[in-house]
Nanobody
Framework: QLQACGGGLVQAGGSLGLSCGAS????????MSWFRQAPGKEREFVAA????????YYADSVKGRFTIARDNTRNTVYLQMNSLKPEDTAVYYC?????????????????WGQGTQVTVSS
Protein backbone atom coordinates (compact mmCIF):
# COMPACT_ATOMS: atom_id res chain seq x y z
CA GLN A 1 0.00 0.00 0.00
CA LEU A 2 1.29 3.43 -0.99
CA GLN A 3 0.48 6.69 0.74
CA ALA A 4 1.50 9.95 -0.92
CA CYS A 5 1.58 13.26 0.86
CA GLY A 6 3.13 16.70 0.73
CA GLY A 7 1.04 18.40 -1.92
CA GLY A 8 -0.27 21.91 -1.58
CA LEU A 9 -0.46 25.38 -3.05
CA VAL A 10 2.72 27.21 -4.03
CA GLN A 11 3.58 30.24 -6.12
CA ALA A 12 5.40 29.91 -9.42
CA GLY A 13 9.11 29.64 -8.83
CA GLY A 14 8.62 28.03 -5.46
CA SER A 15 9.44 24.57 -4.18
CA LEU A 16 7.49 21.66 -2.79
CA GLY A 17 8.46 18.21 -1.60
CA LEU A 18 6.35 15.10 -1.92
CA SER A 19 6.82 11.83 -0.13
CA CYS A 20 5.29 8.42 -0.59
CA GLY A 21 5.43 5.82 2.12
CA ALA A 22 5.00 2.13 1.49
CA SER A 23 3.90 -0.62 3.82
CA UNK A 24 5.54 -4.01 3.85
CA UNK A 25 9.05 -5.29 4.17
CA UNK A 26 9.99 -5.57 0.50
CA UNK A 27 10.18 -1.89 -0.48
CA UNK A 28 13.76 -2.25 -1.66
CA UNK A 29 12.66 -4.75 -4.33
CA UNK A 30 10.37 -2.22 -6.02
CA UNK A 31 11.11 0.26 -8.74
CA MET A 32 9.35 3.47 -7.74
CA SER A 33 8.01 6.32 -9.80
CA TRP A 34 5.96 9.48 -9.82
CA PHE A 35 3.27 10.31 -12.35
CA ARG A 36 0.93 13.26 -12.57
CA GLN A 37 -2.43 14.02 -14.06
CA ALA A 38 -3.69 17.50 -14.84
CA PRO A 39 -7.41 18.21 -15.32
CA GLY A 40 -8.58 16.98 -18.70
CA LYS A 41 -5.25 15.34 -19.50
CA GLU A 42 -3.87 11.84 -19.40
CA ARG A 43 -1.67 10.68 -16.59
CA GLU A 44 1.97 11.26 -17.50
CA PHE A 45 5.35 10.11 -16.33
CA VAL A 46 7.36 12.44 -14.11
CA ALA A 47 10.28 10.50 -12.61
CA ALA A 48 11.40 7.00 -11.70
CA UNK A 49 14.10 5.48 -9.55
CA UNK A 50 15.67 2.05 -9.40
CA UNK A 51 15.50 -0.26 -6.41
CA UNK A 52 18.85 0.85 -5.05
CA UNK A 53 18.43 4.46 -6.07
CA UNK A 54 21.41 4.55 -8.40
CA UNK A 55 19.39 4.98 -11.59
CA UNK A 56 16.88 7.75 -12.18
CA TYR A 57 14.84 8.92 -15.14
CA TYR A 58 12.96 12.17 -15.62
CA ALA A 59 10.46 13.55 -18.05
CA ASP A 60 12.00 16.28 -20.17
CA SER A 61 9.50 18.77 -18.77
CA VAL A 62 10.86 18.40 -15.23
CA LYS A 63 14.52 17.58 -15.85
CA GLY A 64 16.78 19.89 -13.89
CA ARG A 65 13.94 21.05 -11.64
CA PHE A 66 12.69 17.86 -9.97
CA THR A 67 14.67 15.26 -8.05
CA ILE A 68 13.52 11.79 -7.14
CA ALA A 69 15.13 9.96 -4.25
CA ARG A 70 14.38 7.06 -1.97
CA ASP A 71 15.22 5.85 1.50
CA ASN A 72 14.85 2.10 1.70
CA THR A 73 15.30 2.16 5.48
CA ARG A 74 12.17 4.30 5.74
CA ASN A 75 10.21 2.65 2.89
CA THR A 76 9.78 6.08 1.35
CA VAL A 77 10.28 7.68 -2.04
CA TYR A 78 10.55 11.45 -2.41
CA LEU A 79 10.03 14.00 -5.14
CA GLN A 80 11.64 17.39 -4.59
CA MET A 81 10.15 19.95 -6.95
CA ASN A 82 11.92 23.27 -7.49
CA SER A 83 11.28 26.19 -9.83
CA LEU A 84 7.67 25.17 -10.07
CA LYS A 85 5.56 26.39 -12.96
CA PRO A 86 1.77 26.70 -13.33
CA GLU A 87 1.89 23.84 -15.83
CA ASP A 88 3.14 21.58 -13.03
CA THR A 89 -0.31 21.81 -11.47
CA ALA A 90 -1.70 18.26 -11.25
CA VAL A 91 -2.52 15.40 -8.97
CA TYR A 92 0.74 13.55 -8.32
CA TYR A 93 0.75 9.79 -7.89
CA CYS A 94 3.45 7.46 -6.71
CA UNK A 95 3.63 4.02 -8.24
CA UNK A 96 5.55 0.82 -7.68
CA UNK A 97 6.49 -2.33 -9.47
CA UNK A 98 8.51 -5.27 -8.23
CA UNK A 99 11.12 -5.20 -10.95
CA UNK A 100 14.76 -4.56 -11.63
CA UNK A 101 13.98 -2.48 -14.70
CA UNK A 102 13.15 1.20 -14.33
CA UNK A 103 9.99 1.74 -16.35
CA UNK A 104 8.61 5.07 -17.49
CA UNK A 105 5.31 3.75 -18.83
CA UNK A 106 2.36 3.84 -16.47
CA UNK A 107 1.07 0.51 -17.80
CA UNK A 108 4.07 -1.21 -16.25
CA UNK A 109 3.20 -0.16 -12.69
CA UNK A 110 0.74 -2.23 -10.73
CA UNK A 111 0.65 -0.46 -7.38
CA TRP A 112 -0.55 3.12 -7.06
CA GLY A 113 -0.95 5.63 -4.29
CA GLN A 114 -4.06 7.74 -3.88
CA GLY A 115 -2.56 10.95 -5.29
CA THR A 116 -1.79 14.33 -3.81
CA GLN A 117 -2.77 17.68 -5.31
CA VAL A 118 -0.09 20.17 -6.32
CA THR A 119 -1.27 23.61 -7.39
CA VAL A 120 1.13 26.24 -8.70
CA SER A 121 -0.24 29.74 -8.94
CA SER A 122 1.11 32.30 -11.41
Amino acid sequence: QLQACGGGLVQAGGSLGLSCGASGRTFSTYTMSWFRQAPGKEREFVAAISRSGDITYYADSVKGRFTIARDNTRNTVYLQMNSLKPEDTAVYYCAARAAGVVYTSLQMYNYWGQGTQVTVSS
